[in-house]
């Protein structure tokens, strides 16, 4: 079983920055992927960005060039440095974690925190 703590949501004007957290808690498997995915109301759930233990990472669209992904292995803990934010970043951002090596699976999704992003 693995337990997600996330944190670093909140309000934000436009222009300005944020950092979310993701710590992962297990007793058993190592987490080998981590990611961040987000929805908005009325729109699918899209990658923002993500990274495996060998430091494989990857970003979405809308993320490359203002966002960078990050981790702490020793810690369990995924960082997500966002810069620049736009009012269509809002959104519930969620960490997603799993076993394998692999980018596109996870095994494992926190509750979300929410970004919002006004002036």
């Known amino acids: 079983q693995v337990q997600l703590v996330e944190s670093g949501g909140g309000l934000v004007q436009p222009g300005g920055s944020l950092r979310l957290s993701c710590t992962a808690s297990t007793d058993r498997f190592a987490i080998n992927a981590m990611a961040w995915y987000r929805q908005a109301p009325g729109k699918e759930r899209e990658l923002v960005a993500a990274?495996?233990?060998?430091?494989?990472?990857k970003y979405g669209d809308s993320a490359k060039g203002r966002f960078s992904i990050s981790k702490d292995n020793s810690k369990n803990t995924m960082y997500l440095q966002m810069n620049n934010l736009k009012s269509d970043d809002a959104a519930g951002y969620y960490c997603?974690?799993?076993?394998?090596?692999?980018?596109?699976?996870?095994?494992?999704w926190g509750q979300g925190t929410q970004v919002t992003v006004s002036s």
């Open positions: 990274i495996t233990s060998g430091d494989t990472s």
């Open positions: 997603g974690v799993g076993y394998d090596e692999d980018l596109d699976k996870y095994d494992y």
